[in-house]
Structures are given as C-alpha cells and as structure tokens.
C-alpha cells in the first residue's frame, strides 16, 4: 500500500451506518479501511481488513492494537468511532449491573481507549493528516426517561471530544477532532428502541411514529454526511456538530 494512502479505521462496521461508510469509502482505490464488530462481516474487498471484536469486551481491545493502528505510513489517518448500545431501556433501579458495564465501555470507554492508542500511535506524525470521528447522538444533550446510561455516556464522548480537541491544540499535534449526532437513522438500535415497553420509555408512540411515517434517516444519508465531514474537515470549526445542520 503506497504512503499516498488514506487509512480509515471503523468501529461497529457490520450494519448501519458503519458499513455504509465502509463501502463509500471503498470506492476510493486510495483508501484502505479497517473494520470492527462483533458480528461477522461478509464484505472481500483487497482494501478491506476486518477483525471481529466485542467492543464491550475491555481485554479483547487491548489483544487487538497492534491489528487496529498498523505500522504502515499513510498520509491520512481516520478514526471513527461508529459503534454503540442503546442498552437496557428501563428505568434506572431495574437495570442489571452487566447492562450498565456494557453500555458505558461500548460507548464511552472503549472509544477513549482507541482514542489514546490513536494519538499515542499518530500523534507526532506532523506530516499526516489525522482525524478522530466519535459518532454522539441528539441524547447526549437531553435528558430522556430510559436512556439514562445511553444519553450519559454520549454526554461523556461529546465532552471527552471537546477536551481532547484542546489537548490536540495545546500539544500542536493537529489532529482534528469531532463527536458527530447522526440524526435519527433507520437501524437495528431503533428496532430495539420500538421495542421498548412504555413504562420504561415515555416517548416510545413517537419513535414507533417516526418509523410508520418514513421519517427516519437512511444509513446512507448519514454515511455520505460523515464523508462531507471527513473529506473537507477544515470546514467545519466545532468539535460537535449534527447531521441535520449541515
């Protein structure tokens, strides 16, 4: 692989919105993508690595650095952090211990350990462009019955984000960093969210109506504004941004 070469590094690559991006950015024969998740991946492509690995899983990330940041040179680095668990949308008080530990190491921890194996790895690399994705969410700014653990730990990414965007200015690493809400995209999370029992979920009738009324977003959609954000970084001057504003 030239050092002309994009790297792109995906978490949660096997459905949604991460393997949409996936296959937009195989299209570019520069680009070399490597995907994570915990379910198989049946996508060949010669650009294309995939290593199965359960993000909530702490010690399997650890096992698996050295296969997600390679020593190869490349003139872009990309690191999006894609995957994440609603998880157990109850009231707190009758959430078990594992649901709560999975849902804040899927989505706030593991990214931050990529995050640190990120700039540890590029962080003098001057050369290089380097760039951090961390995918947030609408809930992230607003308190929502049943989602106390999500919408707390994609608080946590958005403000881990701002934080490590000053350390990158400080440091004078140029790394650019963004925590991006995705809207509301038709996935398998808002299956599980339909699901949900109105009890432990006040707003469920509205979700179940964004669906029957064709008002949620494509995958697709949201892979092609990731990519906008991505491609042309320097347009946009926040670490957090949304989807829906641009």
């Not at 990309?78 to 999975?102: C, D, F």
């Not at 540890?120 to 049943?146: F, H, P």
């Not at 599980?192 to 029992?197: G, H, L, W, Y």
Request: aromatic share 8%; net charge negative; hydrophobic share 45%.
């Amino acid at each position: 692989m030239s050092s002309k070469s994009a790297l792109y590094i995906v978490t949660g690559s096997s459905k949604g919105i991460g393997e949409a991006l996936v296959k937009k950015l195989l299209e570019e024969p520069n680009n070399r993508v490597i995907g994570m998740a915990r379910s198989q991946m049946e996508l060949f492509h010669p650009n294309f690595k995939f290593i199965q690995i359960d993000l909530s899983n702490f010690q399997e990330i650890l096992e698996h650095i050295d296969d997600i940041f390679p020593e190869e040179s490349f003139a872009k680095v990309v690191l999006v952090n894609n995957a994440g668990w609603i998880g157990e949308i109850v009231h707190l008080g009758n959430m078990t211990p594992v649901g709560i530990y999975k849902t804040f190491v899927l989505n706030t921890i593991a990214p931050t350990v990529l995050m640190n194996a990120f700039i540890k790895k590029y962080g003098n690399q001057m050369e290089v462009e380097r760039l951090i994705v961390n995918i947030s969410s609408g809930a992230a700014k607003k308190a929502i019955d049943g989602w106390a653990c999500y919408s707390a730990s994609k608080a946590a990414i958005n403000m881990l984000s701002e934080a490590v965007a000053i350390e990158a200015s400080l440091d004078n690493t140029g790394i650019r960093v963004f925590s991006v809400a995705p809207g509301v995209v038709d996935t398998d999370m808002q299956s599980e969210i339909r699901k949900a029992e109105v009890e432990s979920f006040s707003s469920l009738l509205k979700f179940v109506g964004l669906k029957e009324n064709q008002l949620l977003s494509t995958p697709d959609h949201a892979a092609k504004k990731l990519l906008e954000l991505i491609q042309n970084p320097g347009n946009f001057e926040e670490v957090l941004q949304d989807v829906r504003e641009f």
